[in-house]
């Protein structure tokens, strides 16, 4: 009578409603389903709530940083006229900007608003995924979601209450992003917490398209209300992620155990293995044990996780840390300064508008999707997710000289050169903040304590956020010397991150090499695990 009276206090609001109307639970089937969704909507209104600041960039910082001395890469000034830059938007120079980020200094000043944001996402990132494998995940990702939604709308307020203040835009951006450190974590072991480990990589490839989602429709919406001020562009991206707090309050069951299932394993079987005896089980029982126990035989706020330092000697934690933390810095930097870059470059011989920019640097993101997608098929594939991380991002170090040199000639060329760039650069971040964070944050090493999760992915995102800080904050300062010189640092920070994981690769081949040769003899590999 306690165990159903616990499961009853646990259970999110809004499904305890439902069930209460329907007069029948769900199957464990659709409450995986539920899960991917809501979990997915949290964490793509995380990513459109970070999209304005690089939007409103231009607006700041009108003033070109190509001048007429400084023509597209690998020209130079020898074959162009140098009358032909003088006039290439009058709107645009006319501008006034926003002081005090229209300055000489201003590209520095909207650098360090980033890195602001970022230092306190990071730091703030390793204290949220302890605190997430030891208090209500549903409660805390609300409380991050709508403390996320205020302080980007009071960014936007800056617009309204006529502010030119910079430390009143830095401070925003610093309580910001303390309030965004609670997603990561949290969602990761939300979905932990309700699959196995069996094709995570293609489950989380793609659930991770939520990331490019939310830079897309940021962008989207941030560009669409540009011209009623920019203020509007961070305020409606800030009322989107306080509104899906409130939906994650009343709909996200975060364990199973909440809702009265039994915690899931490793060993449990996927979706696809269910057994419709099993479902029909879990429809008539309040608590019916549909897979096996890891061993949590609680839910919500009644555990105990593992402390940060005890998780950084998982096998395998800290090369992936690493390895994000330069392939973080490449993504960002492309995250905050693509728009950007893309207003400040002739494309075709012309230059866009800010919110053309803005809208097209949108599909940087798509490729992104499809880069997440493939990357965790390939590892599920290959059982090699250090492998398929490492050829991703040597493979992004072309695919970024190409953009950077053959993007300018025209906006079809710029448009295909940008999807395939986003594709080998969010591709491994993708697989490696999703199935390589939730697989370490199971590891065998751990014995079946799966409240790791949360702060494994802290551990790993949170080192992986210092470079997201470090690439943007550099940017803001290589970008007045030329694009080619950011361009370099992308490349060289791309192929650290993948020498980083060299010695998992060779580890990997290792494995394979021994597992082949008792299957050669008709004996079976045990891919499964």
């Given amino acids: 009578m306690s165990r159903d009276s616990n499961t009853r206090r646990r259970t999110p609001p809004g499904i305890f409603l439902i069930k209460s109307v329907r007069g029948k639970d769900w199957t464990l089937k659709s409450y995986r389903y ?26 700041f910082y009108p003033e ?92 936007g307020m800056g617009y309204f209450w006529n502010i030119h203040v910079f430390w009143f835009y830095l401070s925003m951006q610093m309580v910001a992003g303390l309030f965004q450190a609670t997603g990561w974590p949290s969602v990761v072991a939300v979905v932990g917490n309700w699959f196995g480990k069996r094709k995570r990589g293609l489950i989380m490839g793609i ?18 209300v540009l011209d009623y001020g920019w203020g509007w562009s961070f305020i409606v991206p800030g009322a989107l992620i306080a509104s899906a707090g409130v939906l994650v309050y009343l709909f996200l069951p975060a364990y199973p155990e909440d809702i009265g299932f039994c915690g899931v394993s490793d060993s449990s079987p996927n979706l696809e293995s269910l057994s419709q005896a099993e479902e029909d089980r879990a429809q008539k029982g309040p608590v019916v044990k549909v897979e096996k126990s890891s061993g949590i035989k609680e839910g919500s706020g009644s555990r105990t996780g593992i402390g940060l330092f005890e998780a950084c000697f998982i096998p395998g934690v800290i090369p992936f840390a690493l390895c994000l933390f330069f392939s973080k810095l490449v993504a960002y930097t492309f995250l905050y300064w693509l728009p950007f870059y893309l207003s400040q470059t002739e ?16 599909l940087f993101d ?115 010397k030329g694009w080619d010189v950011v361009f370099i640092m992308l490349m060289v920070g791309a192929l650290i991150a993948s020498l980083l994981l060299s010695h998992l690769v060779i580890a990997e081949f290792t494995e394979r090499s021994h597992k082949s040769v008792p299957s050669s003899h008709g004996q079976q590999t045990d891919e499964g695990t």
């Fill in 347 to 362: 494309i075709g011989g012309e230059y866009m508008s800010v919110k053309s920019a803005g809208n097209l640097s949108t």
């Fill in 207 to 224: 659930w991770n398209a939520h990331t490019s989602v939310g830079n897309i429709s940021g962008s989207l919406l941030a560009a669409a």
């Fill in 34 to 59: 539920i899960i991917l969704l809501l979990t997915f909507i949290a964490y793509a209104s995380y990513h459109a709530s970070r999209k304005p600041s690089s939007i409103v960039k231009s607006v």
């Fill in 366 to 480: 798509v490729g992104g999707i499809a880069g997440g997608i493939l990357a965790g098929y390939i590892s599920d594939k290959l059982n090699a997710r250090a492998t398929t991380a490492a050829t991703f991002m040597l493979a992004a170090i072309p695919s970024m000289l190409l953009y950077r040199t053959y993007g300018s000639i025209s906006r079809t060329i710029n448009i295909s050169l940008m999807v395939v760039a986003g594709l080998f650069v969010n591709g491994p971040y993708a697989l490696i903040t999703t199935a390589v964070s939730a697989d370490l944050g199971t590891h065998s090493s751990l014995r079946g304590d799966s409240r790791a999760l949360a702060t494994v992915t802290a551990i790993i995102d949170g080192t992986g956020s210092v470079g997201a800080a470090l690439g943007p904050l550099i940017t803001g300062f290589l970008s007045s």
């Fill in 64 to 155: 070109s940083l190509k001048n007429s001395k400084v023509n597209p890469w690998p020209v130079g000034n020898v074959f162009i006229k140098e009358e032909e830059f003088v006039s290439f938007d009058r709107n645009r120079v006319e501008s006034q900007g926003w002081y005090p980020f229209n300055q000489s200094d201003g590209t520095s000043k909207l650098g360090e608003i980033d890195v602001a944001f970022l230092a306190c996402y990071s730091s703030g990132m390793y204290v949220a995924g302890h605190l997430g494998d030891t208090l209500d995940l549903r409660l805390f990702l609300t409380t991050g979601m709508i403390g996320s939604g205020i302080f980007v709308g009071l960014f």
